[in-house]
């Protein structure tokens, strides 16, 4: 199978009082670029995150998105720093006493004065944690690796329909190459008579100007290797994996092959069709760049 750069996966998981909610999404890339956003009390697990998703994913960029979510009422606690507080009265009778005021200092008063009191996160089991949110990524990958899939057999499908058309092409040059050079000939030895206004020609001088014309104009090295990077991507999309780079890699050499027959055409029917060629070659340049 082969697998499209373009996916999407949702996955949400909850555990007592906890909710994990994890969203992928992702377009075609050169390498593997994964971009992760999460609440700061995550922080600790994005090189574990990163790690899972190479399981799943070798190229593409891919936005990660995680939210979680405390349920508990216990996930907080009320903490009094009695040093704090000593300091404060310490300080506050001293202030009364420097300046004669009545020390009206009450629990309610002191309570309210910065650090007395903090509301402190308790500490999270991370192994716990860990497995929890471990579970909603993996959810969340399988059904993004699935819509990728999903997507790669659709693009296998059109590949190998352009290679279909491809080779069709390649047939048509094949068949009409020769002829030109028999036309070629017929319209070189015409040409001849016409110019001397008799019959005789030099059958040496008119055979040596056809094969100059021949070598000229033969593609048959750059049709011989159209036709076998063909078969080869066709066979590259039935193995399936992590192809994509070696597709575009024989596509670039596909349209090195064209350029030259085209380059190299004298003929009007061929012309078009290495044309025709080269326009379904750049599509299907376009298309491996989807695939992973």
Same mark, same amino acid.
């Given at each position: 199978?082969?697998?499209?750069?373009?996916?999407?996966?949702?996955?949400?998981?909850?555990?007592?009082?906890?909710?994990?909610?994890?969203?992928m999404?992702?377009?075609?890339?050169?390498?593997?670029?994964?971009?992760?956003?999460?609440?700061?009390?995550?922080?600790?697990?994005?090189?574990?995150?990163?790690?899972?998703?190479?399981?799943?994913i070798?190229?593409?960029?891919?936005?990660?998105?995680?939210?979680?979510?405390?349920?508990?009422?216990?996930?907080?606690?009320?903490?009094?720093?009695?040093?704090?507080?000593?300091?404060?009265?310490?300080?506050?009778?001293?202030m009364?006493?420097?300046?004669?005021l009545?020390?009206?200092?009450?629990?309610?008063?002191?309570?309210?004065?910065p650090?007395?009191?903090?509301? *402190?996160?308790?500490?999270?089991?991370?192994?716990? &944690?860990? $497995?929890?949110?471990?579970?909603? +990524? %993996?959810?969340? =990958?399988?059904?993004?690796?699935?819509?990728?899939?999903?997507?790669?057999?659709?693009l296998?499908?059109?590949?190998?329909?352009?290679?279909?058309?491809?080779?069709?092409?390649?047939?048509?040059?094949?068949?009409?190459?020769?002829?030109i050079?028999?036309?070629?000939?017929?319209?070189?030895?015409?040409?001849?008579?016409?110019?001397?206004?008799?019959?005789?020609?030099?059958?040496?001088?008119?055979?040596?100007?056809?094969?100059?014309?021949a070598?000229?104009?033969?593609?048959?090295?750059?049709?011989?290797?159209?036709?076998?990077?063909?078969?080869?991507?066709?066979?590259?999309?039935?193995?399936?994996?992590?192809i994509?780079?070696?597709?575009?890699?024989?596509?670039? *050499?596909?349209?090195r092959?064209?350029?030259?027959? &085209?380059? $190299?055409?004298?003929?009007?029917? +061929? %012309?078009?069709? =290495?044309?025709?060629?080269?326009?379904?070659?750049?599509k299907?340049?376009?298309?491996?760049?989807?695939?992973?």
């Amino acid at each position: 199978m082969i697998k499209s750069m373009t996916g999407f996966g949702r996955c949400e998981v909850t555990f007592d009082s906890r909710k994990f909610t994890v969203e992928m999404k992702s377009v075609n890339h050169r390498y593997l670029d994964v971009n992760i956003k999460m609440p700061k009390k995550l922080n600790f697990f994005e090189s574990a995150i990163r790690t899972e998703l190479k399981n799943y994913i070798s190229r593409g960029k891919v936005d990660v998105f995680i939210t979680y979510e405390d349920f508990s009422e216990s996930n907080t606690s009320i903490c009094y720093h009695k040093e704090v507080a000593g300091e404060y009265l310490k300080y506050l009778r001293q202030m009364a006493e420097d300046f004669g005021l009545d020390d009206d200092i009450r629990v309610s008063t002191l309570s309210k004065y910065p650090e007395v009191f903090t509301m *402190e996160e308790q500490t999270m089991d991370e192994e716990e &944690l860990w $497995k929890e949110l471990q579970k909603a +990524i %993996s959810g969340a =990958a399988q059904m993004f690796v699935q819509t990728r899939i999903t997507e790669g057999e659709n693009l296998r499908a059109d590949l190998l329909s352009k290679l279909d058309g491809m080779l069709e092409l390649v047939d048509f040059i094949t068949q009409r190459s020769p002829k030109i050079v028999a036309e070629y000939r017929q319209k070189l030895e015409e040409r001849v008579r016409e110019l001397l206004e008799d019959n005789t020609v030099d059958e040496g001088r008119l055979l040596t100007e056809v094969t100059i014309f021949a070598d000229k104009v033969c593609v048959d090295e750059e049709l011989v290797r159209l036709r076998s990077h063909i078969e080869t991507t066709r066979k590259t999309l039935q193995e399936g994996g992590s192809i994509g780079r070696k597709l575009d890699f024989i596509a670039q *050499e596909m349209n090195r092959e064209a350029n030259t027959t &085209l380059s $190299k055409s004298n003929d009007l029917e +061929i %012309s078009n069709c =290495a044309i025709e060629l080269k326009t379904e070659i750049e599509k299907v340049r376009e298309q491996i760049q989807n695939i992973e």
